[in-house]
């Protein structure tokens, strides 16, 4: 294998940076390649900003978290009580205590509204920035990080763990290639593994080489009678992606938890999401530049309470103020954006079934690292938790933030397949607060 | 901004030995063939028409880089002048006339000459020429422009009508379009669904009440100053008179300016609601071949409701379809560039149309005879003479069984009937194996699982029993080849129980009118209705009226759950309601329905009184949808081009029409005679799908080789050979199984069920789910992810389950070892199960060194001391050499299924 220099490429901000491209045998042949592998494995770039987004599957109460209303009437306070933080002045859920210790690492934007209440549409609203439309899908943000930036180290840049939510939060109308590498499996479970990058059962690496030996002269023998067509190319760029991805020893460490020491599996929480967090920033350390990991179970009908208090408040807390925590340690934080977020908040006003049902006219969003400024509260609503009171925030503005982070102009426009042009954002605006 | 798009000045000596040009028949007829009298039984295969060798093509090929010298110039006397229109009708003050004036030469090639030809009017108090070639009218009367260009000339008629008369500016035919030449209300400005700047238009202006609305009252009036015209933000903002976030879009001393300056002086008169339409718009040419390097000017006219025609060239929008081959400049001169075909889309004012210009790969003076099986050869051959093309030779037998066997029944045919039909001698063998497999039982199984894609049947929509009701009924159909007119008119007027009547499940995986109408226009007409729903659609005719017209069709089927099951059932029983309306959005206007286009003569009924024809009624308490049915399934040219496009597809591995779900004017078929001899072979042949495939696998197109020869490498489109397909994620994990001797067990399903057999993408497997199935959640071909990814790579390279078929001690290596069977038996069987062909020889003895390396390969040594002590190969122990041949034979099945033959059907 060889490396090719095809150029110079420029970044929207100007920095000019090399791209390099593997070949492998094919460059023999004089082959055009399509743009996503032109821009495959790129070199990174030290002020690159990474995403770990924590996705809450199910929209999560805004008044049991980040925007409690102490202060209330119990059908809308509800069961909890509202603890201070880390920084004055800010108060969060007091289910919520190791994160009301991490209150300086990260921002709570309280006034986030939407006008979209049911889970699939909403869930493509909030993970590409774009409202459903079913002419289109939209592209989420860590394809298009993956379209503009590329890969590093033979990870692929985008990665997803435990499933798409309603099928979104892929590549969109810019294709399947642009899709999340997905993670299945409980990262808590000592016998997990990310699936197909470690030889299976009987086969040990040595023997890897040697059937990838073999396919290669009978590869040789078909080409002699088959001249490639494109299809084939892009799959033989694709055997050569997943080849390096499996004898990458950065990408083999990063996967492997199991280097980690007890005690910060431990800060974690040995719970599938907060090993996940762990897995994530192993990902991130290595070269992933966008990790999203679904979390479900926000969608409490029913049981609010005591689904809240009994598992998903104490998961959470662990993970999240872990992975802040860990990041900060590491000096990872100040290029790690770290945004927590689902797609609606839940009614203020407690049911006849002690649950709380879909709300989109207020959520909040907790977001940190990657140089945003933290510490903070952005927006709030008013005294029932119903609305924005001011500066209300719109989704588009949250997906303009992020992009503003990660130094993406959201300005540029891609051909969808029918070839009508779409900007990345469309008329967000980045919440100066944050910068 | 290139320099040179306007004007190009001609060398005509140079014209003859470059140019390979059918000629103006091209240009103006559509040159059809009688396909009854073309279509015949397929012709035997025989080892005559395979080609020796594809290396030295035949002689008379002269690319066009290396054109022999030019030949001398032709005389005079022979060329011959046409000049488009052949008349000009000037409406108003300030009408305009274009031509285009067309050259040929006696060899047949053809010129554009608008540019350098003599234009003179006959009468100039009539019309007059201006510098800019532009005709324009003086008074009324008729006169005559006279065209002339190398001692030829043609007289085109020239009508004026109210030359004198002072007609105020018109809001939608000279304002709006102006808007739109000019940029203002594309998608990315104002004509943004969210608007831009606080001012929003309708997209590309297929609105004019609303958008004079917008200009005239919105921003309280500040838009327009009546009282000082030039002082309007209208004007103001395009020409930076004040800052405009869109830049300069305008200049002051241009004709749209003068125009909106002189409509707002006029007193900003509104678009009446009785003004004329455009009906359609003509280009001309519409289709043209060039060479690279010419150029070619185009005109575009618009017809009227009222029977006038305008020329609307000024405001037309150019864009090129594939802006490698040509380009197009915002005036309509188009540039061909390199080798190929692509069309130019022009639109105006909501209505759109293609003109269609082919580059030339190469001329070919003396173009050979090329065998033809049937009809189809006929349209590919008569597109491949046009373009200078040469296809591969014919694919040798092995491939093609394979090819027939994963196209048409999604099955690899077993090394028996591989040895079989190698071995057979009858020169007919082809046709016998497709007829064979055609009467496969595996073929409603694989083909259900294309139209359980299209008419999405799931059990998370329908639930298990309806999901199940639906997919045997379309098994059944397919069974019993039940003709494609029928079993969509019985899915589209289908009602009753979900549970009993599996048809009527349509009804219930799309259930409101929106919905179902671009359901069935999609899946049955292969027409993207979608844009229209709220907006008229930007690249086709169809306008939101079309749309709400044609969703009322729907808007009385109802749904009830169903007493007799109550809870446990979910069984829904679908019905006609006695009501329902279906209302425009915008004009809140009750919408009749209607059928895309309107309705066909022959659906007209004569009204009481009169004898006008009108719009049919359903019957009394009648079903909306028998009308419907009615006309998609009778003598419709769009559902019969829709079908045979999606199997052209399928089977071809490119719809002529592509996307193949996405029909429209300006998205031309690349061969449109061929698509509609297709299509009305299928309708003159009660819709029989099976002999659609039989007639298309029957070709000599479809049994190309996939192997390029170099003059045709470039082609990605003109079948000059057989593109390479991706398997269907099914057919692959059944391969995957085939290949190595193991079955699947699938949840709920018996040991051995295949994968394509399976009834919906509810059933767990990852593999499938990698490779990607159709989620059914839309009616989209494009659901079925089209581009390979890595995670496929990796699965098929390091996943447990292949590995795990590869290495059982039932799957083939093991089990023929224990059958005491040679290294060569085992290595040629492998090979039969995973490439349907046996090795070739070197592969063979690749293959046979690669177990003997292995059992061979030194064992391993404690390290050396001592480097200067020679290492010493050892033998391996005796007992391990049986469990390392395993283990190289297991490599190299392994290598088998990763290999590029195996993962593709070529």
């Given at each position: 294998?060889?490396?090719?220099?095809?150029?110079?490429?420029?970044?929207c901000?100007?920095?000019?940076?090399?791209?390099?491209?593997?070949?492998?045998g094919?460059?023999?042949?004089g082959?055009?390649?399509?743009?996503?592998?032109r821009?495959a494995?790129a070199?990174?770039?030290?002020?690159d900003?990474s995403?770990?987004?924590?996705w809450?599957g199910g929209?999560p109460?805004?008044?049991?978290t980040?925007d409690?209303?102490?202060?209330?009437?119990?059908?809308?306070?509800?069961?909890?009580?509202?603890?201070?933080t880390?920084?004055?002045?800010?108060?969060?859920?007091?289910?919520?205590?190791?994160?009301?210790?991490?209150?300086d690492k990260?921002?709570?934007?309280?006034?986030?509204?939407?006008p979209?209440n049911?889970?699939?549409?909403?869930?493509?609203?909030?993970?590409?920035?774009?409202?459903f439309?079913?002419?289109?899908?939209?592209?989420?943000?860590?394809?298009?990080l993956?379209?503009e930036k590329?890969?590093?180290?033979?990870?692929?840049?985008?990665?997803l763990?435990?499933?798409?939510?309603?099928?979104?939060?892929g590549?969109?109308?810019?294709?399947?290639?642009?899709n999340?590498?997905?993670i299945?499996?409980d990262?808590?479970n000592?016998h997990?593994?990310v699936?197909d990058?470690?030889?299976?059962n009987?086969?040990?690496?040595?023997?890897i080489?040697?059937?990838?030996a073999?396919l290669q002269?009978?590869?040789?023998?078909?080409?002699?009678v088959?001249?490639?067509?494109r299809a084939?190319q892009?799959?033989?760029?694709?055997?050569?992606?997943?080849?390096?991805?499996i004898?990458s020893p950065?990408?083999?460490?990063?996967?492997?938890l199991k280097?980690?020491?007890?005690k910060v599996r431990?800060q974690?929480?040995r719970?599938h999401?907060?090993?996940s967090?762990?897995?994530?920033?192993?990902?991130?350390?290595a070269?992933?530049r966008?990790v999203t990991?679904?979390?479900g179970?926000w969608d409490?009908h029913e049981?609010n309470?005591?689904?809240l208090?009994?598992?998903?408040?104490?998961?959470?807390?662990?993970?999240?103020?872990?992975?802040l925590?860990?990041?900060?340690?590491?000096?990872?934080?100040d290029?790690?954006?770290v945004?927590?977020?689902?797609?609606?908040?839940r009614?203020p006003?407690?049911?006849?079934?002690?649950?709380?049902?879909?709300w989109?006219?207020?959520?909040?969003v907790?977001?940190?690292g990657?140089?945003?400024?933290?510490?903070?509260?952005?927006?709030?609503?008013?005294?029932?938790?119903?609305?924005?009171r001011?500066?209300?925030i719109?989704?588009?503005d949250?997906a303009?933030?992020?992009?503003?982070?990660?130094?993406?102009?959201?300005?540029?426009?891609?051909?969808?397949?029918?070839?009508?042009?779409v900007r990345?954002?469309?008329?967000?605006?980045p919440?100066?607060e944050l910068f | 901004?290139k320099?040179?798009s306007?004007?190009?000045?001609?060398?005509?000596?140079?014209l003859?030995g470059l140019?390979?040009l059918s000629?103006?028949?091209?240009?103006r007829t559509?040159?059809r063939?009688?396909t009854?009298t073309?279509?015949?039984?397929p012709?035997?295969?025989?080892?005559?028409?395979?080609p020796?060798s594809?290396?030295?093509?035949?002689?008379?090929?002269v690319?066009p880089?290396?054109a022999a010298?030019a030949?001398?110039k032709?005389?005079?006397?022979k060329?011959?002048?046409?000049?488009e229109p052949?008349?000009?009708?000037?409406?108003?003050?300030?009408?305009?006339?274009r031509?285009?004036a067309t050259?040929?030469?006696?060899?047949g090639?053809?010129?554009?000459v608008?540019?350098?030809?003599?234009?003179q009017?006959?009468n100039?108090k009539?019309?007059?020429?201006?510098?800019d070639r532009i005709l324009?009218?003086?008074?009324?009367g008729?006169?005559?422009l006279?065209?002339?260009f190398?001692?030829?000339t043609v007289?085109?008629k020239?009508?004026?009508?109210?030359?004198?008369?002072?007609i105020?500016?018109?809001?939608a035919?000279?304002?709006?379009?102006?808007?739109?030449?000019?940029?203002?209300?594309q998608?990315t400005?104002h004509?943004?669904?969210y608007?831009?700047?606080g001012?929003k238009?309708s997209l590309?202006?297929?609105?004019?009440?609303?958008?004079y609305?917008?200009i005239?009252?919105?921003?309280?009036g500040?838009?327009?100053?009546m009282?000082?015209?030039a002082?309007?933000?209208l004007?103001?903002?395009?020409?930076?008179?004040?800052?405009?976030?869109?830049?300069?879009?305008l200049k002051?001393?241009?004709?749209?300016?003068?125009?909106i300056l002189a409509?707002?002086q006029?007193?900003a008169p509104a678009?009446?609601?009785?003004?004329?339409q455009?009906?359609r718009?003509?280009?001309?040419?519409d289709?043209?071949?060039l060479?690279?390097?010419?150029?070619?000017?185009l005109?575009?006219r618009?017809h009227y409701?009222?029977?006038k025609?305008?020329d609307?060239?000024?405001?037309?929008?150019?864009?090129t379809l594939?802006d490698?081959?040509?380009?197009?400049s915002?005036q309509?001169?188009?540039r061909?560039?390199?080798r190929?075909?692509t069309?130019?889309?022009?639109?105006?004012s909501?209505q759109?149309t293609?003109?269609?210009m082919?580059?030339?790969?190469?001329?070919i003076?003396?173009?050979p005879?090329l065998?033809?099986?049937?009809?189809?050869?006929?349209?590919?051959?008569?597109?491949?003479?046009?373009?200078?093309?040469?296809?591969?030779?014919?694919?040798?037998?092995a491939?093609?069984?394979?090819?027939?066997f994963?196209d048409v029944?999604?099955?690899?045919?077993?090394?028996?009937?591989?040895q079989a039909?190698?071995?057979d001698t009858?020169p007919?063998k082809?046709?016998?194996?497709i007829?064979?497999?055609?009467?496969r039982?595996?073929?409603?199984d694989y083909?259900?699982l294309k139209?359980?894609d299209?008419?999405?049947?799931n059990r998370t929509?329908?639930?298990?029993?309806?999901?199940?009701?639906?997919?045997?009924?379309?098994?059944?159909?397919?069974?019993?080849?039940?003709?494609?007119?029928?079993?969509?008119?019985?899915?589209i007027?289908?009602q009753?129980?979900?549970?009993?009547?599996?048809?009527?499940?349509?009804?219930?995986v799309?259930s409101?009118?929106?919905?179902l109408?671009e359901?069935?226009?999609?899946?049955?007409?292969g027409?993207?209705l979608?844009?229209?729903?709220?907006?008229?659609?930007?690249f086709?005719?169809?306008?939101?009226?079309?749309?709400?017209?044609?969703s009322?069709?729907?808007?009385r089927?109802?749904?009830?759950?169903?007493q007799?099951?109550?809870?446990?059932?979910?069984?829904?029983?679908v019905?006609?309601?006695?009501?329902g309306?279906?209302?425009?959005?915008?004009?809140g206007?009750?919408?009749?329905?209607a059928?895309?286009?309107?309705y066909?003569?022959?659906m007209?009924?004569r009204?009481?009184?009169t004898?006008?024809?009108?719009?049919p009624?359903?019957?009394?308490?009648g079903?909306?949808?028998?009308?419907?049915a009615?006309?998609?399934?009778?003598?419709?040219?769009?559902?019969?081009r829709?079908?045979?496009?999606?199997?052209?597809?399928?089977?071809m591995g490119?719809?002529?029409?592509?996307?193949i779900?996405?029909?429209?004017?300006?998205?031309?078929?690349?061969?449109?005679?061929?698509?509609?001899?297709?299509?009305?072979?299928?309708?003159?042949?009660?819709y029989d799908?099976?002999r659609?495939?039989?007639t298309?696998?029957n070709?000599r197109v479809?049994q190309?080789s996939?192997?390029p020869?170099p003059?045709?490498?470039a082609?990605?489109?003109f079948?000059?050979?057989h593109?390479?397909?991706?398997?269907?994620?099914e057919?692959?994990?059944?391969?995957v199984?085939f290949?190595t001797?193991?079955?699947e067990?699938f949840?709920g399903l018996?040991?051995?069920?295949?994968?394509?057999?399976?009834?919906?993408p509810?059933?767990n497997?990852?593999?499938?789910?990698?490779?990607?199935?159709a989620?059914?959640?839309?009616?989209?071909?494009c659901?079925?992810?089209?581009?390979?990814?890595?995670?496929?790579?990796?699965?098929?390279?390091?996943?447990?389950?292949v590995n795990r078929?590869?290495?059982?001690d039932?799957a083939?290596?093991?089990?023929?070892?224990?059958?005491?069977?040679?290294?060569?038996?085992?290595?040629e069987?492998?090979?039969?199960?995973?490439?349907?062909r046996?090795?070739?020889?070197?592969?063979?003895?690749?293959?046979?060194r690669?177990?003997?390396?292995?059992?061979?390969r030194?064992?391993?040594?404690?390290?050396q001391?001592?480097?200067l002590?020679?290492?010493v190969?050892v033998?391996?122990?005796?007992e391990?050499?049986?469990?390392?041949r395993?283990?190289?034979?297991?490599?190299?099945?392994?290598?088998?299924?990763?290999?590029?033959?195996?993962?593709?059907?070529?």
């Open positions: 294998m060889f490396d090719i220099e095809l150029g110079k490429h420029v970044d901000d100007g920095v000019t940076r090399r791209d390099f491209l593997k070949v492998g094919l460059a023999a042949l082959l055009m390649l399509p743009d996503f592998l821009v494995s070199s990174p770039n030290r002020r900003v995403v770990i987004l924590l809450m929209g109460s805004h008044i049991d980040f409690p209303k102490p202060d209330a009437p119990q059908e809308i306070r509800g069961e909890f009580a509202a603890i201070p880390k920084v004055s002045g800010i108060q969060i859920s007091d289910k919520l205590p190791l994160l009301a210790q991490q209150m990260f921002s709570i934007l309280r006034s986030v509204t939407s979209d049911t889970h699939e549409t909403a869930t493509h609203y909030l993970l590409t920035g774009y409202p439309n079913p002419a289109i899908p939209y592209p989420a943000y860590g394809s298009v993956a379209r590329g890969s590093i180290n033979g990870l692929p840049p985008y990665v763990m435990h499933g798409l939510p309603f099928g979104h939060g590549g969109g109308y810019m294709g399947a290639v642009y999340p590498f997905q299945n499996g990262p808590n000592p997990f593994s699936q990058v470690s030889p299976p009987g086969v040990n690496m040595e023997r080489q040697r059937r990838r073999i002269e009978l590869d040789t023998f078909q080409r002699q088959e001249t490639q067509q084939v892009t799959m033989d760029q694709f055997y050569e992606q997943a080849y390096n991805l004898t950065v990408a083999k460490k990063a996967f492997d280097q980690e020491p007890e431990d974690y929480g719970n999401f907060g090993q967090c762990l897995l994530a920033r192993r990902l991130i350390e070269g992933v966008f990991i679904h979390f179970g409490t049981n309470f005591g689904a208090k009994g598992h998903l408040l104490p998961i959470l807390d662990r993970g999240y103020a872990g992975l925590q860990d990041l900060h340690e590491r000096g990872m934080l290029t790690t954006l945004v927590w977020m689902g797609e609606f908040g009614t006003k407690v049911n006849s079934s002690a649950g709380r049902d879909h989109a006219q207020a959520m909040s907790g977001i940190g990657g140089g945003v400024k933290t510490g903070m509260v952005v927006g709030s609503t008013n005294e029932r938790a119903e609305a924005p001011d500066r209300p719109r989704v588009e949250v303009a933030t992020i992009y503003r982070a990660l130094g993406i102009n959201t300005e540029k426009e891609y051909l969808t397949p029918q070839n009508r042009p990345i954002n469309y008329d967000g605006v919440i100066q | 901004m320099p040179s306007r004007y190009l000045p001609i060398m005509l000596s140079c003859t140019l390979l000629p103006v028949v091209l240009a559509q040159n063939p009688t009854a073309a279509q015949t039984a012709k035997p295969i025989s080892r005559k028409e395979i020796t594809h290396s030295s093509p035949p002689k008379g090929i690319r880089q290396t010298p030949p001398p032709p005389t005079a006397a060329i011959s002048l046409r000049v052949s008349e000009i009708p000037l409406y108003g003050p300030r009408a305009e006339g031509i285009v050259a040929t030469l006696p060899d090639t053809a010129e554009d608008s540019a350098q030809a003599t234009l009017s006959e100039p009539v019309a007059r020429i201006g510098a324009r009218p003086v008074s009324d008729e006169t005559a006279t065209v002339a190398q001692g030829q007289r085109v020239v009508r004026v009508q109210d030359a004198g008369k002072r105020p500016m018109d809001f035919r000279e304002i709006v379009p102006a808007l739109t030449a000019n940029g203002c209300n998608g400005c004509g943004s669904q608007g831009k700047g001012f238009l590309l202006g297929d609105d004019p009440a609303f958008d609305h917008q005239i009252k919105q921003a309280r500040r838009r327009v100053q009282t000082d015209p002082r309007s933000l004007l103001l903002k395009p020409v930076l008179g004040v800052p405009h976030v869109g830049g300069l879009r002051t001393d241009s004709l749209d300016y003068r125009n409509w707002i006029d007193g678009p009446g609601t009785d003004d004329p455009v009906t718009i003509e280009v001309l040419p289709q043209r071949t060479s690279p390097g010419k150029t070619q000017t005109v575009v618009a409701s009222d029977g025609i305008y609307v060239t000024r405001w037309a929008r150019f864009t594939n490698s081959i040509a380009s197009v915002p309509g001169l188009v061909a560039l390199r190929g075909e069309s130019i889309m022009v639109r105006y909501g759109a293609v003109a269609r082919a580059v030339p790969y190469a001329q003076a003396r173009y005879k065998p033809e099986h049937n009809f189809i050869d006929t349209h590919i051959v008569r597109k491949w003479k046009n373009l200078g093309l040469l296809p591969s030779e014919l694919s040798d037998d491939s093609f069984i394979r090819r027939v994963l029944i999604g099955t690899p045919p077993t090394p028996e009937e591989v039909f190698l071995a009858a007919d082809r046709a016998k194996l007829d064979r497999v055609l009467d039982p595996e073929y409603a083909w259900s139209w359980g299209l008419l999405r049947s929509t329908l639930g298990s029993k309806g999901m199940w009701s639906l997919t045997n009924w379309i098994r059944a159909q397919l069974r019993e080849n039940r003709p494609a007119d029928q079993f969509v008119y019985d899915l007027t289908a009753g129980s979900t549970f009993t009547n599996g048809p009527a499940n349509y009804y219930r799309a409101n009118p929106p919905d109408a359901t069935t226009s999609q899946v049955f007409l027409v993207r979608q844009c229209a729903k709220c907006h008229n659609h930007p086709e005719k169809w306008t939101m009226s079309d749309y709400y017209r044609f009322a069709f729907f808007a089927v109802g749904q009830k759950g169903s007799e099951f109550g809870v446990f059932g979910g069984e829904n029983v019905r006609l309601n006695n009501g309306e279906v209302y425009h959005p915008k004009s206007a009750l919408m009749k329905p059928p895309l286009g309107g066909p003569e022959r007209k009924r009204g009481a009184q004898a006008q024809l009108t719009d009624e359903p019957d009394a308490g079903d909306r949808r028998v009308l419907l009615d006309w998609i399934t009778k003598d419709n040219i769009l559902f019969a829709n079908i045979v496009n999606r199997y052209w597809g399928y089977l490119r719809g002529l029409v592509e996307p779900d996405d029909q429209r004017i300006t998205n031309p078929p690349t061969n449109p005679e061929l698509l509609d001899a297709l299509a009305k072979d299928f309708m003159d042949n009660g799908i099976k659609l495939i039989r298309i696998c070709s479809y190309l996939s192997q020869t003059a045709n490498r082609d990605t489109l079948y000059t050979h593109p390479i397909k991706r398997l269907p994620a057919v692959l994990l059944d391969l199984n290949a001797g193991t079955q067990k949840d018996p040991l051995g069920y295949r994968a394509i057999q399976l009834p919906d509810q059933i497997s990852y593999f499938l789910d990698t490779f990607g199935r989620p059914r959640v839309i009616a989209c071909e659901e079925r992810p089209a581009e390979p990814n890595m995670t496929q790579a990796l699965h098929l390279m390091m996943g447990e389950m078929k590869v290495q059982s039932n083939v290596v093991a089990k023929m070892i224990q059958e005491k069977r040679s290294d060569r038996e085992i290595i069987r492998l090979y039969l199960l995973a490439l349907a046996p090795p070739r020889s070197e592969e063979m003895e690749s293959a046979l690669i177990i003997r390396d292995f059992q061979e030194p064992a391993k040594l404690p390290a001391p001592n480097a002590i020679p290492q190969a033998q391996r122990k005796p391990l050499r049986e469990r390392d395993r283990t190289a034979l297991e490599d190299i099945l392994w290598a088998l299924l990763n290999s590029k033959e195996f993962v593709f059907n070529r």
